[in-house]
């Protein structure tokens, strides 16, 4: 069983940063890949960021690619998405998940392949 709890969110304006972290229950969270999906109000889930257990792999929606960074520290059970750039569009509740992570490289991008899930941060950027 792995617990997820999100911080980090808030109110930034436009062209800010911040950061979102994830911290993970468990003694084999360095076994889990990690992701970040998002929802906007009145639309649906979708994916933002992926990250393997091993950090050799990440990948990104195109949306957010070159101003979001996923990360981790198996040490702190922890995950991070860095968000720079930030634009209205990014308004949203950040979810992060995790699921056993199989290979070294293992890094899902669809949700229905995530087992556990965080209770969401809000983001909201302003204009």
């Known amino acids: 069983q792995v617990q997820l709890v999100e911080s980090g969110g808030g109110l930034v304006q436009a062209g800010g940063s911040l950061r979102l972290s994830c911290a993970a229950s468990g003694r084999t969270f360095s076994s889990y890949a990690m992701g970040w999906f998002r929802q906007a109000p009145g639309k649906e889930r979708e994916f933002v960021a992926a990250i393997s257990w091993s950090a050799s792999n990440t990948a990104y929606a195109d949306s957010v690619k070159g101003r979001f960074t996923i990360s981790r520290d198996n040490t702190k059970n922890t995950v991070f998405l860095r968000m720079s750039s930030l634009k209205p569009e990014d308004t949203a509740v950040y979810y992060c998940?995790?699921?056993?992570?199989?290979?070294?490289?293992?890094?899902?991008?669809?949700?229905?392949?995530?087992?556990?899930w965080g209770q969401g941060t809000q983001v909201t950027v302003s204009s």
């Open positions: 998940a995790a699921r056993y992570g199989f290979t070294p490289n293992y890094a899902p991008s669809n949700g229905r392949d995530y087992n556990y």
